[in-house]
């Protein structure tokens, strides 16, 4: 036992954890009805307010980056 993370552990790290343990219970159950993307934001954000019968708007989009570093990024994946 004395290898066991000390308590708040996974706090400090939830944002490299798979998601899979928040959308899902400990048997394994989706505990959410839609999963959104990022890469689909407006057009997700669009189903779900559609889905609630509310109105939609446009998703501001803040800090944008220029092509120039999207090219610059996607040359050092590749």
């Not at 998601?19 to 394994?28: F, I, K, T, V």
Request: charged share 35%.
């Amino acid at each position: 036992m004395n290898r066991l993370p000390p308590p708040g552990w996974d706090d400090k790290y939830r944002h490299v954890m798979p998601q899979y343990d928040m959308l899902h219970d400990a048997d394994g159950r989706l505990l959410v009805n839609f999963v959104g993307r990022f890469e689909s934001l407006q057009e997700d954000f669009r189903r779900v307010c559609a889905k609630l019968g509310i109105e939609s708007a446009e998703l501001p989009h803040r800090n944008r980056s220029d092509k120039k570093s999207r090219d610059t990024r996607r040359k050092l994946r590749n």
